[in-house]
């Protein structure tokens, strides 16, 4: 513990506090409570600032496509002799687990059938609904999220491994800030980093729990309660905190590979099992509508239509802040993973392989759902609004042949990816509050693991996780300024080694 700096202390103590504030009972402080104040904070800034998200989530799309074609592409992240760490498979293993695997398993079904029966514009459950909701799946998890991700990662990676600078976020900043950085404004965003990134994994592991429940409940009858979801986070906290224990190298590694392989094996038994056709034809239509439609959806704004906004807030707003809370964990974990890499490379990798894996999931899961809720009659939503969102997936698969076999698939990639998100996270905890360490001590990571597990129990037992996500979505407010601030430092420090060096790393002259 010799080496943990005082973010660590400081977001600890916050951590607790925050974790007591969301235990004590609505009625005991009913003005006061934790849910009340945090939901009253997100709607102002959801209200007053959508604007403000989705400028800056386009913002770095349009970073990130500049650096494809500038000059900077060529750049490494490391030193000239650097070679990657990760083969392209393992890499992209590693960076889709960590970034919205588990996501994708909630919301791959549910997403595009909940916008069918209530699109942001237009009639419901028409041709022209089915392809809007499939369109703004893909926009809320395709080009603007993983550029988020992109933008921050490339930060770290360049400086850590090409500047040789802490792996923290703040260092990221010395260009524009110098050494004032080092001192109270430094602790203050590293701290923001470890805020967000624990309030929005603990959050995420009560979700799983919730849908690793729920999917027992519909295959083998078991009851969804509490004591079975925290049974199950107990049993992962167990396999996730030994994962980050063994490293990157072994643990984190091997179940990325493993969760691609069983993703893949998934969503190809749904691809042929079921209507493939429609699936591939859905696809290619809404691959094309999402990419003719993307720069009027990154600045579509509703001022004239109330129920319109309402969409707007709870999806798109909602996911831009989501993605930003994340931005922190996800983008040092992807930058960890991908010295060697230049920029060019990096950024291509990072947008499209994910983005173009995750329209192909939401076609064969929300198409399917879709395709049974327009030519079966099978009724999907009604089940969803009586059972839950996390029994989407479930409602799906049950009108598949071997439907138990699939459906037990699912439920252990659910874990696969629970496991690798919350591994993954610890380990970025323990970077962020030991300077920048890249391989942070077992004691600080395995402090983190059972911080993070009894956050999400705790609250998951009181109910209080949708305040904890709503906290998490409030740190992206500060968190999207500093980011905003760390594209104008990349710049100035191109432009700085430019002048001194080529671009291959050699001193000119």
Do not use: H, N
């Given at each position: 513990m010799k080496k943990v700096t005082r973010v660590f202390y400081i977001s600890a103590i916050v951590v607790a506090l925050f974790i007591i504030w969301g235990i004590i009972p609505k009625d005991v402080w009913p003005n006061a409570n934790l849910d009340n104040v945090t939901n009253?904070?997100?709607?102002?800034?959801?209200?007053?600032?959508?604007?403000?998200?989705?400028?800056?989530?386009?913002?770095?799309v349009v970073f990130s496509i500049y650096l494809i074609f500038s000059k900077y592409g060529n750049i490494k992240l490391g030193r000239p002799g650097d070679k990657p760490e990760y083969s392209y498979l393992t890499w992209f293993a590693m960076l889709f687990s960590a970034g919205m695997g588990i996501g994708l398993v909630f919301w791959g079904a549910a997403e595009p059938i909940s916008h069918y029966h209530t699109p942001p514009f237009g009639a419901k459950e028409t041709?022209?609904?089915?392809?809007?909701?499939?369109?703004?799946s893909f926009f809320h998890w395709g080009v603007h999220p993983w550029a988020i991700y992109a933008t921050i990662a490339l930060a770290l990676a360049y400086f850590k491994f090409r500047k040789q600078a802490p792996g923290v976020v703040s260092a990221v900043?010395?260009?524009?800030?110098?050494?004032?950085?080092?001192?109270?404004w430094g602790t203050v965003i590293d701290f923001i980093v470890v805020f967000a990134t624990i309030f929005g994994v603990s959050t995420s592991l009560g979700l799983g729990a919730i849908q690793i429940s729920g999917g027992l409940s519909y295959v083998t009858g078991l009851e969804s309660t509490i004591t079975v979801q925290l049974i199950i986070i107990a049993i992962v906290t167990v396999f996730y905190i030994t994962s980050a224990m063994t490293g990157l190298n072994k643990g984190i590694k091997y179940l990325s590979n493993a969760n691609l392989a069983l993703?893949?094996?998934?969503m190809l038994f749904v691809l042929f099992l079921g209507p493939t056709n429609f699936i591939m034809n859905y696809f290619t239509t809404t691959l094309g509508s999402y990419i003719q439609n993307l720069p009027s959806m990154s600045l579509r704004m509703t001022p004239f239509s109330e129920a319109n906004s309402d969409w707007q807030n709870k999806w798109t707003f909602f996911y831009w802040a989501w993605w930003i809370a994340w931005a922190p964990f996800v983008g040092t974990f992807i930058a960890r993973v991908s010295r060697g890499r230049t920029i060019r490379e990096f950024v291509l990798g990072v947008i499209l392989v994910p983005t173009i894996f995750g329209a192909l999931w939401f076609s064969v899961f929300g198409g399917s759902a879709i395709h049974l809720e327009v030519f079966k009659d099978a009724n999907i939503i009604q089940t969803i609004n009586d059972l839950g969102e996390e029994t989407a997936l479930f409602a799906v698969l049950e009108k598949f042949p071997i439907s138990t076999v699939i459906s037990v698939i699912a439920i252990l990639?659910?874990?696969?990816?629970?496991?690798?998100?919350?591994?993954?996270?610890?380990?970025?905890?323990?970077?962020?509050?030991?300077?920048?360490?890249?391989d942070p001590a077992n004691s600080v990571k395995f402090i983190w693991g059972i911080i993070q597990s009894s956050a999400a129990a705790v609250l998951l037992w009181q109910g209080g996780l949708s305040a904890l996500q709503t906290a998490s979505i409030i740190a992206a407010f500060p968190f999207?300024?500093?980011m905003i601030l760390v594209i104008f430092s990349l710049v100035k420090s191109f432009r700085r080694e430019a002048k001194e060096f080529d671009l291959t790393g050699k001193r000119k002259g």
């Open positions: 009253i904070i997100q709607t102002f800034l959801v209200d007053k600032f959508g604007w403000f998200y989705l400028l800056s989530a386009t913002a770095f041709d022209d609904a089915a392809i809007t909701a499939m369109q703004y900043l010395e260009p524009i800030f110098g050494d004032r950085i080092k001192g109270t993703a893949v094996l998934l990639l659910i874990c696969t990816f629970f496991i690798t998100s919350a591994d993954s996270a610890t380990f970025v905890l323990g970077m962020q509050t030991t300077g920048g360490s890249l999207a300024i500093i």
